[in-house]
Antibody
């Protein structure tokens, strides 16, 4: 079964750091672009960051640029999100998501067909 | 960034009703449009990709269509399990963006 499982969320003080992980199973992570999407309490979905299979090309939303770092270890089938200088408005459920099509076989950006269950990040003093 | 405007924000309907949810893109995204369903405290679920391609396992009462920058999700006959929030997502222009969501409620 194709599955994503996030971990690493929790309560952190403003200015603090947190590292999220997303373990993939049932498919080869290295074949797909992977993305983090977040959802603040009671709000909609917000794209955070995407990393291509080469693990070198990364993209970030303006609200997290310079503070968050996305990375991946294809050999461990795991995606990461390092979050620094956290602010109250970073409070959200963070989802990892898999692109629908293998990189190169579809559009550069893609729909997300598999989502993790989400991990809650709360930034508060 | 491409703005995705969904309407309505909230929709009240009954089991058996036919409902439509609209999503308008602020610029051309071609057919790079997906629809996701999200139930409370759950992750989103992909229903439709490429504007009208129904994902495997999704009931055939769901359908999608496109006309220029206007996209529509139709549920032909609402079932109790369909009451949820629906989001459109465009991936035709970087960065991907989502609509604000349409909450489908029981009348």
């Amino acid at each position: 079964e194709v599955q994503l499982l996030e971990s690493g969320g929790g309560l952190v003080q403003p200015g603090g750091s947190l590292r999220l992980s997303c373990a993939a199973s049932g498919f080869s992570l290295g074949d797909y672009s992977m993305t983090w999407v977040r959802q603040a309490p009671g709000k909609g979905l917000e794209w955070v960051s995407t990393i291509l299979p080469n693990a070198v090309t990364t993209h970030y939303g303006d609200s997290v640029k310079g503070r968050f770092t996305i990375s991946r270890d294809n050999s461990k089938n795991t995606l990461y999100l390092e979050m620094n200088s956290l602010r109250a408005d970073d409070t959200a459920v963070y989802y990892c998501a898999k692109s629908l099509r293998r990189y190169g076989s579809g559009p550069h950006d893609d729909a997300f067909d598999i989502w993790g269950q989400g991990t809650m990040v709360t930034v508060s003093s | 960034d491409v703005q995705m405007t969904q309407s309505p924000s909230t929709l009240s309907a009954s089991v058996g009703d036919r409902v439509t949810i609209s999503c308008r893109a602020s610029q051309n995204v071609w057919s790079s449009l997906a629809w996701h369903q999200q139930k409370p405290q759950k992750a989103p679920k992909l229903l439709i990709s490429d504007a009208s391609n129904l994902e495997s396992g999704v009931p055939s009462r769901f359908s999608g269509s496109a006309s220029g920058t206007e996209f529509t999700l139709t549920i032909s006959s609402l079932q109790p399990e369909d009451f949820a929030t629906y989001y459109c997502q465009q991936y035709g222009t970087f960065p991907v963006t989502f609509g604000q969501g349409t909450k489908l409620e029981i009348k």
